[in-house]
């Protein structure tokens, strides 16, 4: 129940594409959804954040839209760029300690 | 502003032996902490995490252990490591009723 699924595993677009990756939960005490970059070798970076009670947000060229009855939630880059390229997480946080539960990672790609 | 360190950087271990990983936040009081693992190509597993000086919260039975002695002090220890303790150690910080939380640049630990 403490899971979050994420996929794609891996994405390639191309620069000026919309690379979109999804996540998935079960557990309904998550109250809070990061999402956060990571560059090889280097620590995750906070990227945007998400409330349940909210459908999207957007934060420069990257939006989160949620699906609180599907309990589901995606990340949206737009105008993707050579720059973008590196693991994005998806996590879920969960009570007063803010736990994080981490999805597994998308590797994405973006070719010129 | 706010920064976190951590150290060191890299470190080679043989098996058998100890292991103690620094993490130190500046800018900020009475942080909640946090060390996460992350093995190869994986997501991240929360270790411990710690409310205030002397309040370890373990998640993952191991041969890990922590400590907080200051405010801003999070220690990562083991007294024997073993070959699967290898991977990303990070750590990170959460202000005092923030849901953010921020990670350091982490520490690349490969038992031989």
């Known amino acids: 129940q403490q899971q979050v699924k994420q996929s794609p595993q891996s994405l390639i677009v191309q620069k000026g594409g919309i690379p979109i990756i999804n996540c998935a939960y079960e557990n309904t005490a998550f109250d809070y959804f990061p999402w956060y970059q990571q560059f090889p070798g280097k620590g995750p970076a906070l990227l945007i954040a998400?409330?349940?009670?909210?459908s999207e947000k957007k934060e420069g060229r990257f939006t989160i839209s949620f699906n609180k009855s599907a309990k589901q939630f995606s990340l949206h880059i737009m105008d993707s760029q050579p720059g973008d390229s590196a693991t994005y997480f998806c996590?879920?946080?969960?009570?007063?300690?803010?736990?994080?539960?981490f999805g597994t990672g998308t590797r994405l790609q973006v070719t010129l | 502003s706010q920064t976190i360190h951590q150290w060191p950087a890299t470190l080679v271990q043989p098996v058998g032996s100890p292991l103690s990983l620094e993490c130190t936040v500046e800018g900020t009081s009475n942080p909640n902490l946090y060390w996460y693992r992350q093995a190869a190509g994986r997501g991240l597993q929360l270790l411990f995490y710690?409310?205030?000086?002397?309040?370890i919260s373990s998640e993952v039975p191991q041969n890990l252990s922590a400590s907080r002695p200051q405010d801003r002090q999070f220690i990562l220890s083991s007294k024997k490591l073993l070959l699967s303790d290898s991977g990303f150690y990070l750590c990170?910080?959460?202000?005092?009723?923030?849901?953010?939380?921020?990670f350091g640049p982490g520490t690349r630990l490969t038992v031989t």
């Open positions: 990170a910080w959460r202000g005092q009723g923030a849901k953010e939380q921020y």
């Open positions: 998400i409330r349940p009670d909210v």
């Open positions: 996590a879920a946080k969960t009570g007063t300690a803010s736990k994080l539960t």
């Open positions: 710690s409310v205030g000086i002397g309040q």
